[in-house]
């Protein structure tokens, strides 16, 4: 599994882990075990996984067969034991989870505190429904319930806004949680290769400068059993704009570091956040 380091500032050791997940839990679980531990002896304090860390299904039962109750299940008691033996917070970019409705299940990111208790669950808002002009299709409302609630946690490292993949283009939803004081915006993801490379780093960016955030952004990459293709390209984004991390291609490890102190700097030399107008 290869390593790529940026050291472009400094403070809190962060790890991006960028995956091409299979249909297999037990095998995907495996992966991330894996790479947690290699993040943490390189020194990462956290350790972030893309969106369908656990099983990139190659049908839709399948998927509602993997889905546990939020309350707990297999899957969350092996991300459970990963984040606490290695003493990390993990942030599981998404599993699924049961919905009161039998056909669709939750497309949910838990955060795992070092000690392995589950301290934070978001279920994704936002549900991917387009057909592109090379015919590419997708219909996860089909299968997926969509969140209805904004979910933020308190780290060492800053305050933590969660958020999952097509979310990204709803700028709404990031001022909301910058405005109940995120520091840092997650966005784990299995973008596509047609739209990410049309539209995944401008996007970013631009969530990063118009609240003056960390954007820390987990990938999926390559080719999938289902056949299904991801483009990769894991980032994080200071709260300036600026690429500090970045992984194109590969499974693997994307390491970098975090300063909280740079949100302030940067809200301070930009304060768009206090000039903003609420319009009827």
């Not at 039998?102 to 978001?122: E, T």
């Not at 990938?219 to 300036?240: C, E, F, I, M, N």
Request: proline content about 5%; aromatic content about 8%; hydrophobic content about 40%.
């Amino acid at each position: 599994m290869s390593v790529e380091v940026n050291h472009s500032i400094s403070s809190y050791a962060i790890a991006l882990v960028q995956l091409t997940a299979v249909d297999s839990v037990t095998e995907n679980l495996n992966t991330i075990s894996d790479s947690v531990m290699e993040a943490v002896s390189a020194g990462a304090k956290a350790v972030f996984l893309p969106e369908c860390c656990v099983l990139m299904q190659t049908s839709r039962a399948q998927l509602r067969e993997a889905a546990e109750h939020e309350s707990g299940g297999p899957i969350q008691e092996r991300l459970s034991e990963i984040a606490s033996q290695n003493d990390t917070w993990l942030f599981a970019g998404s599993i699924p989870i049961s919905s009161a409705d039998p056909k669709r299940v939750y497309n949910s990111s838990i955060v795992f505190a070092p000690n392995g208790d589950a301290v934070a669950r978001y279920h994704k808002a936002h549900l991917f429904d387009v057909t592109l002009k090379n015919g590419e299709q997708y219909l996860e409302s089909a299968y997926t319930m969509p969140g209805e609630s904004l979910s933020l946690v308190d780290t060492p490292f800053g305050r933590v806004g969660l958020s999952v993949c097509y979310d990204l283009r709803f700028p709404e939803l990031y001022r909301a949680l910058t405005e109940d004081r995120a520091e840092i915006l997650l966005v784990p993801s299995a973008f596509s290769v047609t739209t990410g490379a049309a539209h995944w780093e401008p996007l970013l960016r631009a969530r990063a400068i118009e609240n003056g955030c960390y954007v820390i952004a987990a990938a999926q990459w390559g080719s999938h059993p289902s056949g299904r293709k991801t483009y990769g390209h894991s980032l994080v984004v200071d709260p300036w704009g600026e690429v500090i991390a970045e992984k194109q291609r590969d499974s693997g490890l994307l390491m970098s570091e975090i300063d909280r102190t740079a949100v302030k700097h940067a809200r301070q030399q930009l304060p768009c956040l206090n000039h903003r107008k609420s319009w009827l």
